[in-house]
């Protein structure tokens, strides 16, 4: 997987799939909320990002924009970003509908429109990390954009689940693929043209590519699946989610 097909894959796939993708998981995501992972971890209960009042904040594929949306309303000064004009025709929308509007910026997530150290928190809530093909560029990036001090805090699919079936019950607890292959998920047109691409990195892979760019490792949460919550999203769900964690968020702080 190159870069150039995993921009173009992403792209094309979501500003297709947006408004489904919102008619799906809207409700669940709430519109002024900030979900970090189908196991329904919130940012108003961990307050991973600590207090984001008066704070430059960047959001990195935001989506429909929901969790700057909820920053918004803590008092950060915030910015969401997309390479998706789909994602973000939806989360225009969603300004207008809540009230709650944010500045939307479509951009590539390697290559971000954002001065050098003017940014106090960056995240990602499952955007963009998982979908391009050299993250350790998108680590360098976020890392650039923060001033010493910052943090950049992102969640995504835990490493562990290339291991498995994407499904969410028996059937997903059952190893069938190598945790080491590093080779793309891909779906791909009848004519072969890749129109769904997801990347795999190991849990090494990723703290190696944190620290390469500069970055201290602060923490990594590995949600649990929470008692009562019986909502299935995908390959989540409470079965599976009952002895494997699905969703790693990896907490990183830029050195002053």
Known sequence: MD????????????????????????????????????????????????????????EIGCGAAQCARWLATQGAKVIATDLSAGQLAQARRLNEDTGVPVPLV?????????????????????????????????????ARVLRPGGRWIFSTTHPFVWCLPDAPDANGLVVFHSYFDRRAYTEHSAAGEPLYIEAHRTMGDRIREIVAAGLVLVDVIEPEWPEGHDQVWGQWGPLRGQFVPSTSIFVTAKPH
């Open 3 to 58: 870069s150039d097909d995993a921009r173009a894959a992403s792209r094309h796939y979501w500003d297709n799939e947006a408004p489904a993708y919102y008619a799906e998981h809207g409700e669940f995501l709430g519109d002024v909320d900030f979900c970090w992972c189908p196991e329904g971890l919130r940012e108003s209960d961990v307050r991973l990002l600590g207090d984001v009042s008066g704070r430059v904040v960047l």
């Open 106 to 142: 479509q951009a590539d997530a390697i290559t971000l429109p954002v001065r050098s150290e003017s940014i106090d928190i960056a995240c990602s809530a499952f955007g963009a990390v998982p979908f391009v093909a050299d993250s350790l560029a998108l680590m360098r990036e976020a």
